[in-house]
């Protein structure tokens, strides 16, 4: 990770930007969330906020694809984040009204779900193909960090200023955007261009385009793929909350949650690190189905146990596969879809994957409420395991039987 680092100035850069823009985002965050709860005092309407911001990420992700494609990804990222330092600077001055905060929280999700596939285009413009694996660990480790610097960096800045002038939060996360942009224009918008793909470019209607942009999911690895996803966003949602409630049903302190999320964090963090070398080294069945089944079966191990330790080593563990799925599968994308296409595909799967993570909240809530926190981690942790093993048998004799006939298809699965 740390030779792509010193070798690759745009993506030095770009990792750069995207830290100071995601440690700046909590600030405009918890500010919403805050403010929110200030004025109603009710945990529903509080929960709105995190509502609007995904349904603004599956609006968004429904369109931004065919929108972006034939644009250069670079300049896609600049403008997203002036227009998001604009937008966030815009709620210091505008009324602290519930109205305003739901509108800000559908707008910001939905501006961030167009450099989302911007950003994924552009990293396969600035690094070889070796090095995607390695790239990608850093982009993990980066949010891994944000999430434990960030809240606290947040709360800290909040916390100090004056009672009645947090909003200023608005300003800092505005000028992170406004410094990562500064960052990484001129080297973006002067020194490369998008990958130019031979032949006379098609004029498509909008329908036309976006279903185009679905067509990979014929292969049945990007199917098998899918699914393991779906099955793990439905058994991370609300993950936080469930934890939460098993830690407190075990007897002890609820916020003992955080020694649990922590060790989490920092086996994702160390895998990104140090493990990326060595999992782009493991056959494809391993990597993507090896790393679901390994995060399946730690995932229900929190939940068979009721001792705190035992919890934060099977989280440790549980953010190690956790990781090397993550990489895998975004080095699979990034290698897989045409480049092409690759805007429109990974749009469109961050909307669906929003509305899966709506659906599992809703679905571990009221299982949860019927039976209780444990018994949807086991569940979860078991529907996960499932598809990772099934994934490992269904994409090993894909890739065999590829490799008989035309081999060449499996990269272009």
Known sequence: MLNILKQNLMFRRLAISLFISEIGSWFSYMLLIVMTYTKTETLLTTMGIALFLSVGSLVGGAIAGVIIENKNPAKVIVATNISSAILIASLFFLPNTLHVYFVAAFAISFIS???????????????????????????????ELV???????????????????????????????VLASTLFIGLSLASIEPIQLEGKKEKKSFWKSWVEGLSPIKSPIVISVLVMYVCIMLGIAGVDVTFTAHVDKSGYKA??????????????????????AIIKKLPLAIQLG?????????????????????????????????????????????????????????????SFLSSITLLGMGINGLVGTISSPQFVIILCGALILISGLCSIFIIMA?????????????SQA
């Open 113 to 143: 779900s167009f450099r989302t596939p911007a950003f994924n285009k552009y990293i396969v413009n600035i690094v070889d193909e070796k090095q995607l694996m390695e790239a990608n660990g850093t982009f993990q480790s980066t949010r």
């Open 147 to 177: 999430k434990i610097i960030g809240p606290g960096l947040a709360a800290t800045v909040l916390g100090i200023l004056p009672e009645g002038q947090q909003n200023i939060g608005f300003l800092i996360d505005s000028a992170t955007y």
């Open 255 to 276: 916020e003992y949650v955080g020694y649990i999320l922590g060790a989490l964090s920092a086996g994702m963090i160390l895998t990104s690190i140090f493990g990326s």
């Open 290 to 350: 090896g790393g679901t089944l390994g995060l399946g079966i730690f995932y229900a191990c929190i939940g068979f146990s009721s001792n705190l330790y035992l919890m934060m080593a099977s989280a440790f563990a549980l953010g190690i596969f956790n990781s090397a799925f993550n990489m895998s599968a975004s080095t699979f994308w990034q290698t897989a879809i045409p480049y092409d296409q690759l805007g429109r595909f990974f749009s469109t799967i961050t």
């Open 398 to 410: 894909v890739t065999k039987n590829s490799m008989k006939n035309t081999p060449a298809n499996v």
